[in-house]
């Protein structure tokens, strides 16, 4: 019997966190899965532990985690020709790297009472669920991608 990989979530983490990335409530995965709530709630624990996420982390930071490691395959984008502006484009990077509206904010460059306003604008413009949703279509229109490629050489990524 092969000993499992260390870096790579379980095929029953696997399920839990693809559903996460797709936007599904814990109550949603448990009812999806057959699975209680509280094993939704420990498969996505041990998940986060295995990709790095440090104590804490939003669904956004676990999801963009996931993806990052590829570790499950991000959505479908609902639909074509969706564009982000700069400002939105941090404020993506925000809540993947920063779980607290004040740093989020900071990070975006925004006033924290907007990160609410701005990021249910986003979700509204993407059609995503949640912010672990809109992370996962991020990622299927490039976002991530891009930005990593166009930091300049030497730049934290």
């Given at each position: 019997m092969a000993t499992?990989?260390?870096s790579h979530i379980s095929k029953a983490q696997q399920r839990v966190a693809s559903l996460v990335v797709h936007g599904h409530s814990n109550v949603g995965i448990s009812a999806k899965l057959h699975l209680s709530e509280s094993t939704v709630r420990t498969h996505i624990t041990k998940g986060s532990t295995i990709v790095g996420c440090p104590s804490g982390s939003s669904r956004a930071m676990y999801a963009?985690?996931?993806l990052m490691r590829k570790q499950v395959a991000p959505p479908s984008a609902p639909r074509t020709g969706i564009h982000f502006t700069a400002r939105e484009e941090r404020l993506l990077h925000a809540?993947?790297?920063?779980s607290?509206?004040?740093d989020i904010a900071r990070?975006?460059?925004i006033h924290?009472?907007?990160v609410r306003l701005e990021t249910d604008a986003l979700r509204c413009k993407t059609r995503a669920l949640n912010n672990a949703h809109l992370v996962g279509i991020a990622h299927s229109l490039k976002i991530f991608e891009r930005a990593a490629h166009d930091a300049p050489a030497g730049a934290a990524r």
């Amino acid at each position: 019997m092969a000993t499992p990989d260390p870096s790579h979530i379980s095929k029953a983490q696997q399920r839990v966190a693809s559903l996460v990335v797709h936007g599904h409530s814990n109550v949603g995965i448990s009812a999806k899965l057959h699975l209680s709530e509280s094993t939704v709630r420990t498969h996505i624990t041990k998940g986060s532990t295995i990709v790095g996420c440090p104590s804490g982390s939003s669904r956004a930071m676990y999801a963009h985690a996931l993806l990052m490691r590829k570790q499950v395959a991000p959505p479908s984008a609902p639909r074509t020709g969706i564009h982000f502006t700069a400002r939105e484009e941090r404020l993506l990077h925000a809540l993947v790297t920063h779980s607290r509206i004040d740093d989020i904010a900071r990070a975006a460059g925004i006033h924290r009472d907007d990160v609410r306003l701005e990021t249910d604008a986003l979700r509204c413009k993407t059609r995503a669920l949640n912010n672990a949703h809109l992370v996962g279509i991020a990622h299927s229109l490039k976002i991530f991608e891009r930005a990593a490629h166009d930091a300049p050489a030497g730049a934290a990524r």
